[in-house]
């Protein structure tokens, strides 16, 4: 069973298995487990969009929705860089940080292969299966901060929290200037 399989099952003993391998790895390997959650997000996109997938729609696909890992390592970086120095190493760090994503891109590409874009399937069961990854990300990341960084559990909960409101506000904040959100609901109130 994967890496990412087992962190689903058993986050703590698996990042405690894992962090203990202690293999150094370079800043190529690092974006390993981050290019794999791109290309997720690129395939699960292009098959949900148009129902199949071509290598130039991936392509385009992947490239345009690379933002989003990209946000998330922004992200995760000052929340891990310095814990991982004394511990895993930084590269090693985003690697298993980023194996956290597992709940999510199991849940794009489900989402894709339902293809609520069919006339007639019905978003709801999408909607409700989400609750699975918003529930389990956290609990992986919180354990990736105890047992791969080392910090107290105090530590580890704070700075999970950190990451989650920062991965949850800032496309949350983006989309809403976007649409001119706040204009909008001020517009209503008056």
Known sequence: MSAELRLIA????????????????????????????????????AIAATRHITPLLLLSTTACWMFVVLLQL??????VARPAQRTVGV???????FASHAPWSLWL??????????????????????????????????????????????EAVLRTMVQQAATWGIPLSLFAVAVSLWPRILERIR
């Open 91 to 97: 590269p090693r760090a985003i690697d298993l940080f």
């Open 109 to 154: 590409l489900a989402a894709a292969a339902w293809g609520p874009t069919q006339i007639g399937r019905p978003l709801l069961p999408l909607l409700i299966l989400a609750l699975l990854p918003v529930l389990m990300t956290p609990r992986m990341v919180a354990a990736f901060f105890r047992e791969v960084l080392e910090l107290d559990p105090r």
């Open 74 to 79: 922004a992200v995760a970086l000052p929340l």
């Open 10 to 45: 058993s986050p703590r003993v698996t990042y405690a298995r894992l962090a203990r391998e202690r293999q150094r790895i370079g800043p190529l390997t690092a974006l390993r487990r981050p290019a794999l959650v791109t290309a997720v997000i690129g395939v699960a996109t």
